[in-house]
């Protein structure tokens, strides 16, 4: 295994550039003609035929051919034309492993040599293969990707409300009302900062945050703290009655 440009480990190689590719570097347009094989074949054998011609009809494939070609399962290059004719010359009835190529008799598909179904590899030889209205004939029983319709909206959708609004309780304490947020208004305070109080609007309900709350809880517990200091230093200074002392 070696490491392409991607950072993607792969076992393909391409003979022209003699650098590593996998299932996307493959599809660049500078890689689209090249001879492509596995990094071990390359070690064994590193000569290779240029320039390319057509596994089909033997046609030299020149720079800038690239979009009209496609490279197959066992990475040769066809003229995508010369694949969608190819495809339609074998038998209805004819099995997925048998649509092969017509240089190598290997299976078109899946591409073996690239394990990762969602590439662009794959992506570009499925969409070869649509072309010819076979696909079922030849994805048999490989689970093919293919791209999903956008969702429908099974009700309305969804209207942005200009003011966001709160939950409280009524007045009766039985049910809940909605108020905006602009009901609820900052008032100054030498205590505290930030803190809210109900608006004074009439036939709209208030709402008050909990700052409010918590300001109004530490200033009772404040007020009985120094009630109860009152009181003890008051019984602190009241006579306690006499004291009986019983002699030995």
């Given at each position: 295994m070696v490491v392409c440009k991607c950072r993607k480990a792969t076992k393909l190689y391409c003979f022209v550039h003699k650098v590593p590719v996998?299932?996307?570097?493959?599809?660049?347009?500078?890689?689209?003609?090249?001879?492509?094989?596995?990094?071990?074949e390359w070690v064994i054998d590193g000569e290779y035929d240029w320039p390319p011609k057509c596994c089909s009809c033997q046609a030299v494939l020149e720079e800038g051919d690239g979009p009209q070609t496609t490279r197959l399962g066992c990475l040769h290059v066809i003229h995508t034309?010369?694949?969608?004719?190819?495809?339609?010359?074998?038998?209805?009835?004819?099995?997925?492993?048998g649509y092969v190529c017509p240089s190598c008799s290997t299976p078109i598909w899946p591409p073996k040599s690239v394990k990762d179904s969602g590439s662009c590899f794959h992506s570009k030889l499925k969409e070869a293969i649509m072309q010819t209205g076979l696909e079922k004939n030849l994805f048999g029983n490989h689970p093919v990707s293919l791209p999903a319709p956008p969702p429908k909206f099974t009700s309305a959708p969804l209207v942005a409300n200009s003011s966001p609004s709160l939950m409280t309780k009524d007045e009766t304490g039985t049910g809940f009302s909605k108020i905006s947020v602009s009901d609820i208004v900052e008032i100054d305070s030498p205590s505290s900062t930030g803190a809210y109080m109900k608006n004074s609007s009439p036939g709209i309900p208030g709402a008050a945050t909990?700052?409010?709350?918590?300001?109004?809880?530490?200033?009772?517990?404040?007020?009985?703290?120094?009630?109860?200091?009152?009181?003890?230093?008051?019984?602190?200074?009241?006579?306690?009655?006499?004291?009986?002392?019983?002699?030995?």
């Open positions: 996998c299932g996307e570097c493959i599809c660049f347009p500078e890689h689209q003609i090249c001879v492509v094989r596995t990094y071990s034309n010369c694949l969608v004719s190819h495809i339609k010359s074998f038998p209805p009835h004819t099995a997925p492993a909990r700052k409010v709350g918590v300001h109004v809880e530490q200033q009772n517990s404040e007020l009985s703290y120094y009630a109860d200091d009152e009181d003890g230093n008051h019984k602190k200074y009241s006579r306690r009655g006499e004291y009986k002392f019983a002699c030995m």
